[in-house]
Nanobody, 121 residues
């Protein structure tokens, strides 16, 4: 059964960068579309970005367009989220999630445990 583990969170400076990783085990991540979600304190969880199984299609929330880049290395069973030009409002717990559909979806079947990102000077 597919399992996801996020890493790379921590403290980032405003204007700085962080790279999150979502590593899969128990299955082939290349068969799944994968999304990153985030949940800030007191707010609902929302999708940040998604990438199709083959990596040819991506989508981004308006709030991160031009700053975040999602990518995947199916040989490493890993999806990444490169976060540049960080803002304090990017502070949240970030989750990766996968769906057995090959394209980005509205719901996801498998979730990681989350990694916390704090953007502060």
């Amino acid at each position: 059964q597919l399992q996801l583990v996020e890493s790379g969170g921590g403290l980032g400076q405003p204007g700085g960068s962080l790279r999150l990783s979502c590593a899969a085990s128990g299955g082939t991540l290349g068969y799944y579309a994968v999304a990153w979600f985030r949940q800030a304190p007191g707010k609902e969880r929302g999708e940040v970005s998604c990438i199709s199984a083959g990596g040819t299609s991506t989508r981004y929330a308006e709030s991160v367009k031009g700053r975040f880049t999602i990518s995947r290395d199916n040989t490493k069973n890993t999806v990444y989220l490169q976060m540049n030009s960080l803002k304090p409002e990017d502070t949240a717990v970030y989750y990766c999630a996968a769906t057995a559909l090959r394209n980005c979806a509205r719901s996801y079947d498998v979730w990681g445990q989350g990694t916390k990102v704090t953007v502060s000077s």
